[in-house]
């Protein structure tokens, strides 16, 4: 029945939507697991309920493990040992020996012991173990920003080291993990809470909520990311982002009355990106909990191709009416919002861009950058959508063909283009200033509707902030910039970008960065916006390795 339903809805669900909101074979995100199961029977059945990314290993698999002082969690000393193990409880003898053991093996970063059930080791997601003890080489323990303040029941400990990608070993067990919530108190300058669609890895971790969140990290405050689906990219870079005041949750995992019992801290701010029926309820949790609510309006979520089955203007009324604060990414969101909310005021904040990651001190090259002495052309972003001209694309490698034109993102297939155009696949956001750095120009091929209109391409932003000249069609976002051409020709465009003297990067970085785009949300919200504390998130790259069944 089910199979036939969806068969008969799939016709009416937008293309772009299923690309981009679905639920991937593979989701992203998967950790490298290695289950200890000592019983043949056992470990058959963790192989048959457990994804590609789950190893699972007999205890004979590793040697003997290190001596390393079992610890309490109140008083943990990470000097004692190049190994950090903490336990909940007292350890007799050979449950610290099972503990101990994968970390012999050097690819196993956190050994972990405690009740743990197949069926909660799915890709992609937190593995629901309810810990008992667990131990940590010391550069991962440190990476992490060690134990949580106040965490006696290891979850906090357990939770960073899974969102920071490490390798894991688990000594599971028998029984079913309980709710096993974080206890750990908030206790940072503020708190702040992101209500987004995507992942903070989706688009190669240059999302507008994602960087919005590191800015806020940078601040001091304690920002907890919550996704409401996992990210449609059909490859997996393993992009982890490590900060001890950031955690991320699928918004199907966060219990917002168990995130609430945490907080010690007076500055709370809940910024809701995407207005869906489930992101509701734990706004009005949010809500009635002292968080100012922002309502951030990044798309005009009544086209199809954007909001498609998901969207009802009612539900989005409701996060209008509930908001303290309206903010919206480009003018004529501005204006919808102004005229939805009847006449309140809407701040304005666009896009912008990290200037700690984009600077012209970037000398690397990177060796698929397609070789030739034409000027390179490049373009960054999505590659799903109707409003992506590819026409206009094939229309600049047309008529400058001795350039080599690159294309990084995401690629779901292409029509014909001209063989100087160059896929070169979805890069993680750090790596593209070493890509920016040699282009001449760089594009943003979108056709002009009310869709593009009210988008605020952070490509843009990006491009400036690396020296690089931007080419695009009248796009009212892009009016105005300085160091961005326009004409409804991309072609024209692009001879006026090559020919411009060079831009003033440092001048965009501090006039577009992230820092001047949260200084006017916190202004609209009225208030206080603590200083940069000097920390920075990490980000790395730790794709999940896959066994053969």
């Known amino acids: 029945m089910k199979a036939r339903l969806a068969k008969l809805v799939r016709p009416w669900i937008p293309a772009r939507l299923v690309t981009r909101f679905r639920k991937p074979p593979e989701p992203p995100g998967g950790l490298n697991v290695d289950v200890v199961v000592a019983d043949p029977d056992d470990r058959d059945r963790w192989r048959r309920a457990t994804p590609e990314t789950v190893r699972v290993v007999s205890p004979e698999a590793y040697g003997r493990g290190p001596e390393v002082p079992i610890q309490h969690p109140e008083g943990v000393d990470p000097q004692l040992a190049d190994i950090v193990a903490v336990s909940a409880r007292p350890l007799a003898g050979d449950e610290a020996a099972q503990l101990l053991a994968p970390l012999t093996d050097p690819a196993v970063t956190v050994s972990v012991r405690g009740i743990a059930d197949p069926r909660d080791f799915m890709a992609g997601r937190l593995p629901r173990v309810q810990s008992e003890a667990i131990a940590v080489r010391r550069p991962a323990w440190d990476e992490v920003g060690g134990m949580p303040s106040g965490d006696v029941n290891l979850a906090g400990l357990f939770a960073r080291l899974c969102q920071a990608g490490n390798s894991l070993a688990v000594v599971p067990r028998p029984g079913i993990p309980g709710v096993h919530f974080r206890v750990d108190p908030i206790t940072a300058a503020g708190a702040a809470i992101v209500l987004a669609a995507v992942p903070l890895h989706d688009v190669g971790g240059g999302f507008r909520g994602a960087q919005i969140a590191m800015e806020l990290c940078r601040r001091g405050l304690h920002v907890t990311y919550v996704a409401e689906y996992s990210s449609g990219h059909s490859v997996d870079l393993g992009l982890r982002f490590i900060h001890p005041l950031l955690e991320e949750h699928r918004l199907d995992d966060f219990d917002a009355t168990a995130y609430v019992n945490r907080l010690e801290t007076d500055l709370r701010v809940a910024l809701v990106e995407i207005p869906s029926p489930p992101v509701w309820e734990a706004t009005r949790r949010l809500s009635r909990s002292g968080f100012r609510i922002a309502y951030d309006l990044i798309d005009d979520w009544s086209d199809d191709a954007l909001g498609g089955w998901w969207y009802r203007p009612e539900a989005e009324d409701q ?130 509707n009310e869709t593009t209109h009210a988008v605020s391409p952070l490509k843009a932003y990006e491009s ?12 009212e976002p892009l009016m105005g910039l300085e160091g961005v051409f326009l004409d409804e020709d991309l072609p024209a465009a692009v001879a006026a970008a090559l020919d411009a003297p060079p831009l003033d990067a440092d001048r965009a970085r501090s006039a577009h960065g992230w820092a001047e785009r949260v200084e006017r949300l916190f202004d609209a919200l009225e208030l206080p916006l603590p200083g940069p504390d000097g920390s920075d998130v990490v980000v790395r790259e730790r794709p999940p390795r896959r066994y053969d069944r």
Do not use: C
Request: net charge neutral; aromatic share 10%.
């Open 319 to 448: 996060f209008i009416d509930a908001a303290d604060t309206l903010l919206a990414s480009a003018r004529v969101l501005v204006q919808n919002l102004r005229g939805r909310s009847g006449g309140r005021p809407v701040a304005y904040v666009p896009n912008g861009v990290n200037p700690n990651m984009f600077s012209d001190g970037r000398t690397e090259v990177p060796s698929d950058i397609p070789a030739g002495p034409g000027p390179l052309i490049s373009y960054h972003g999505s590659l799903y959508g109707s409003w992506f001209d590819w026409d206009a694309l094939r229309a600049v490698a047309e008529a400058f063909s001795q350039a080599r034109v690159q294309v990084i993102g995401d690629e779901h297939g292409h029509p014909p283009v001209p063989p100087n155009v160059h896929f070169l696949g979805l890069k993680p956001q750090f790596q593209l200033p070493q890509y920016l750095s040699q282009a001449a120009v760089s594009l943003v091929p979108f056709k002009m």
């Open 464 to 475: 400036l902030a690396m020296g690089v000249p931007v080419a695009a069609p009248p796009l």
